[in-house]
């Protein structure tokens, strides 16, 4: 399984407490992270991933790019409802190529839960 997981400042601590509950999971799965995301998730647990650019700087489009091209299997992307971001474009971009290529994309801790809770079983 290949998975992106993304989160912004004001979700990072929910990213952090959601990856403590599926660390079996995820220590199997080939991952990727925006910039800060993917630091804080190493540190804090000890992931391997591979890091892109931060958010705002790009690094949200560079996973839309590896998506495109059939490189992941699934995103977490905690998004932060109520504080508006510079890079909104990107983000509706990563959101939209994950339509485009049907692909599962959880933007709450609840739908993260339950794809990751599949994703466990399979
Ligand atoms: O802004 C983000 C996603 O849109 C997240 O970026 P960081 O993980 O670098 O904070």
Not at 4 to 22: E, N, S, V, W
Not at 27 to 54: D, K, P, V, Y
Not at 78 to 106: F, G, K, S, W, Y
């Amino acid at each position: 399984m290949r998975l992106a997981l993304i989160a912004h400042d004001g979700r990072k601590d929910a990213m952090i407490a959601l990856a403590a509950d599926h660390l079996p999971l995820l220590r199997r799965c080939t991952l990727m992270a925006t910039g800060t995301t993917g630091a804080r998730l190493a540190a804090a647990h000890g992931l391997e991933i591979e890091r892109m650019l931060s958010g705002p700087m790009g690094g949200d489009l560079q996973i839309g790019a590896r998506l495109a091209v059939g490189e992941l299997d699934g995103v977490i992307f905690l998004r932060d409802p109520m504080t508006p971001q510079p890079h909104e474009p990107d983000i509706n971009a990563l959101v939209r190529a994950c339509d485009v290529h049907d692909v599962p994309c959880a933007t709450n801790v609840s739908t993260a839960r339950l794809l990751l809770a599949s994703w466990s079983e399979g």
